[in-house]
């Protein structure tokens, strides 16, 4: 089946320093989304990318699809603690109803 | 707007007994979704319906059933509970495939 492997599994960065996390995809997606989940919180969705070479940006965040479409990165730029949280890739093949999501990146930020 | 709602939020149980977690949207949404959350291990699809009278195995499904009951609600059944099962269970709901998922605020469940 399906696998979504995201590294790493944990970061702590200090306040106003960059964060990376990285997300690969056994197999081609049609989309892949994007969610953030704060401490003791429900996962929030925070955007979906379609396309090859898509790049897309939210403030401080910039989201990163791959040319074939199997893997993907989540940016952040000056972490600030509210960034505090796990991120997580998810991706949708084809046709399926059914998203399956990497393990996530836990970010702790040291002020 | 609720949103996503789950009841109860936390429950403890012995092995053995059953019990039903609930899950009701309010957002018109087609699809709806069980996830297991487990440390290190991110989310796990349980069942899924992508429409009101259809239900689908997830990647978990052992151990549970779940019910379509009408567009707005999808119950989680555990039949007899084991201690693997303890973990937070979290409902979502979206409208269709590449649609975003939304979250309830997930059931803490504990068995002992």
């Known amino acids: 089946g399906q696998q979504v492997m995201q590294i790493p599994q944990y970061q702590h960065v200090q306040e106003g320093e960059d964060f990376t996390t990285y997300c690969n995809s056994s197999?081609?997606?049609?989309?892949i989304q994007w969610y953030k989940q704060r401490p003791g919180g429900h996962p929030v969705f925070l955007i979906q990318l379609v396309k090859s070479g898509e790049v897309k940006k939210q403030k401080r965040l910039t989201f990163q699809f791959g040319e074939a479409k199997k893997n993907s990165s989540l940016h952040i730029t000056a972490t600030q603690t509210t960034d505090v949280g796990t991120y997580f890739c998810a991706g949708q093949n084809f046709g399926n109803e059914k998203l399956t999501f990497g393990t996530g990146t836990r970010l702790t930020i040291i002020p | 707007n609720a949103g996503v709602t789950q009841t109860p939020k936390f429950q403890v149980l012995k092995t053995g007994q059953s019990m039903t977690l609930q899950c009701a949207q309010d957002m018109n949404h087609n699809s709806m979704y069980w996830y297991r959350q487990d440390p290190g291990m991110g989310l796990r699809l349980i069942y899924y319906?992508?429409?009101?009278?259809?239900?689908d195995k997830g990647e978990v499904p052992n151990g549970y059933n779940v019910s379509r009951l009408n567009k707005r609600e999808f119950s989680l059944r555990l039949e007899s509970a084991a201690p693997s099962q303890t973990s937070v269970y979290f409902c979502?709901?979206?409208?269709?495939?590449?649609?975003?998922?939304?979250f309830g605020d997930g059931t803490r469940l504990s068995i002992l």
């Open positions: 319906s992508a429409s009101e009278g259809t239900t």
């Open positions: 197999t081609t997606l049609s989309n």
């Open positions: 979502a709901s979206s409208g269709g495939t590449g649609w975003p998922q939304h």
